[in-house]
């Protein structure tokens, strides 16, 4: 799924990522950024099942790079945030999976 050099994938994820979180508290704002994303994904072979995986692995990465700085509540609001990103891009692609 993924090119063998990955530099621009790293800085597309940064880039969506940061745009996500200064766009919290309206989530709406960014619906249809993350509809076209999620159908780009599905292009690309990514299916239902493969959310949870990113999800655990992206919360993994995160505990790893704040270190101390990670605690319950910050995961709890970490894995809030992820669940809002997969539901909306599931729900996006739902329709071509059958």
Same mark, same amino acid.
């Given at each position: 799924?993924? =090119?063998?050099?990955?530099?621009?994938?790293? @800085?597309?994820?940064i880039d969506m990522l940061t745009?996500?979180?200064?766009?919290?508290?309206n989530p709406e704002e960014i619906t249809e950024e993350l509809k076209a994303l999620a159908e780009r994904h599905? +292009?690309? +072979? @990514?299916?239902t099942e493969?959310? =949870?995986? @990113? +999800?655990?692995?992206? !919360?993994?990465?995160l505990?790893? %790079? !704040?270190?101390s700085d990670w605690n319950k509540d910050v995961e709890k609001a970490w894995a809030a945030c992820y669940k809002m990103i997969a %539901? @909306?891009?599931i729900n996006a692609t739902t329709y071509s999976e059958g």
């Open positions: 799924m993924f =090119p063998d050099i990955m530099e621009q994938q790293y @800085v597309k994820f745009m996500i979180v200064s766009r919290l508290d599905a +292009g690309y +072979g @990514v299916h493969h959310y =949870p995986m @990113v +999800g655990e692995a992206l !919360l993994w990465t505990e790893k %790079g !704040l270190g %539901g @909306v891009m």
